[in-house]
């Protein structure tokens, strides 16, 4: 009777079952429209930010500029120069800003991220490969390779980044608060909100939802800026060395705190949105729930988020392959029709799509009508791409929603049943039973 208790209680300790009812809450209609909405105008507000400026210094193709023997000024642009070489990218910048037309930071982040995600993928799914802790190596250098990345935009682009990281992280708390308390109540209640309840719950709560995320980065912000005013001083003759001395033993303390919460950010920074989903709670509260959790079981935290990237992985591979073979069937069959002379005017208007590629650059175009059949296509392209990501953008804030119950479960002893608001009935609402 004990040993079968404790077996039990092992299994409902894993919680296998509820971590694997993110793959059905990612599918939600509600949930996958609401985050793709947010890929949109995330999209959107960076391309419009690059037609507006084109401040990315390239490679100049046109004659004129004098190109050095130096291999550091032959590379594509001004941040291949500066993940290689940072130390140089003011002198790449120096010696091509008058030759070339400039790129947007936006269009320059997404291809790089693209290439690196791509890169990752491929060398995980390498089977011939027989190191795979290599392969695994490897996709955290590239996450590395994108988090210096946007160092790089932070540094040499400040302002457009200003802007554009601001937008970003307003859609991320309206966008991710609605999907997490859609997912909130589903996997609680098996409730399904509609979209208007979402976003009612989004605008009702966007102070907490503001809140949570900006008093650690206002903390770090503010200590950093004391450290930063103190190594300022430091530069006065005579004074500036004896401040440095005598300060020094608050300048560690402070790095110490400022350690403290960058790794407890990092780590259940995650939970802001879903404790604010499930409680609707203040800020405040919201930042003390998710770090304590952390804190309390950082290995249950581990093993739940371990297997929530395994799913995850799963989920995002499953959606490729998919769109993959829906893709690579629509152009069989099209190119079949194609006659032998004329197959080249399909290369011209749409790439044959790869598993990794399902967005590539045809064949350049012989005239008007191919380039707007080109542009039809390539639209219809993005959209499934939009697409694709919607589902990612979905399984995350549905999967650090189900983490947050299991990880209050473990920690309040509070049922993942119990979540904070009344049913609210509205257009698009259903019940749904297992």
Not at 276 to 305: C, H
Request: proline share 3%; with cysteine.
């Amino acid at each position: 009777m004990v040993r079968e208790h404790s077996i039990r209680q092992m299994w409902d300790d894993l919680a296998l079952p509820e971590l694997t009812r993110t793959l059905r809450l990612a599918i939600g209609p509600t949930k996958i429209l609401l985050s793709f909405v947010f890929v949109v105008l995330l999209c959107g507000g960076g391309l419009l930010m690059d037609l507006l400026t084109r401040s990315v210094v390239v490679l100049p193709v046109q004659a004129g500029a004098a190109v050095p023997a130096d291999s550091i000024f032959r590379k594509a642009d001004e941040l291949a120069v500066y993940l290689e070489n940072p130390s140089r990218t003011e002198e790449y910048i120096r010696l091509y800003r008058d030759y070339t037309e400039g790129r947007g930071v936006f269009q320059t982040l997404w291809t790089h991220f693209a290439e690196r995600f791509n890169h990752a993928t491929t060398r995980l799914l390498d089977l011939s490969s027989s190191n795979f802790f290599a392969n695994l190596a490897n996709a955290g250098h590239n996450l590395w390779l994108c988090l210096r990345s946007l160092v790089w935009a932070v540094t040499y682009h400040p302002f457009y980044s200003a802007v554009y990281f601001t937008y970003v992280g307003l859609l991320i708390c309206f966008f991710g608060g609605a999907v997490c308390r859609c997912a909130a109540l589903e996997f609680a209640r098996f409730e399904k909100p509609g979209m208007g309840e979402a976003l009612h719950f989004a605008r009702e709560q966007w102070k907490s939802l503001l809140t949570a995320p900006l008093v650690p980065l206002g903390m770090l912000t503010g200590m950093g800026a004391v450290i930063f005013l103190v190594g300022l001083a430091g530069n006065i003759p005579w004074f500036g060395e004896l401040l440095l001395g005598l300060l020094i033993g608050l300048l560690y303390l402070i790095g110490l705190a400022m350690s403290i919460l960058l790794l407890a950010t990092l780590t259940g920074g995650w939970f802001f949105f879903p404790a604010v989903a499930y409680e609707k709670t203040t800020g405040l509260d919201a930042i003390g729930r998710a770090f304590s959790y952390v804190i309390n079981q950082p290995l249950w935290m581990l093993f739940y988020t371990v297997v929530e990237l395994i799913l995850g992985t799963l989920f995002y591979l499953a959606i490729r392959l998919f769109v993959f073979l829906f893709l690579r069937l629509t152009y069989t069959l099209v190119s079949l029709g194609f006659t032998k002379t004329q197959i080249e005017k399909l290369h011209r208007i749409w790439a044959e799509p790869t598993f990794f590629h399902l967005l590539d650059s045809p064949m350049k175009a012989a005239n008007w009508s191919e380039k707007i059949a080109w542009g039809m296509i390539y639209v219809s392209l993005l959209f499934i791409v939009a697409a694709v990501m919607a589902l990612v953008v979905s399984y995350f804030f549905s999967a650090i929603t189900v983490l947050y119950a299991l990880m209050r479960k473990k920690v309040d002893k509070i049922g993942i049943t119990q979540v904070e608001g009344p049913a609210e009935t509205c257009s698009g609402e259903s019940k749904d039973s297992l």
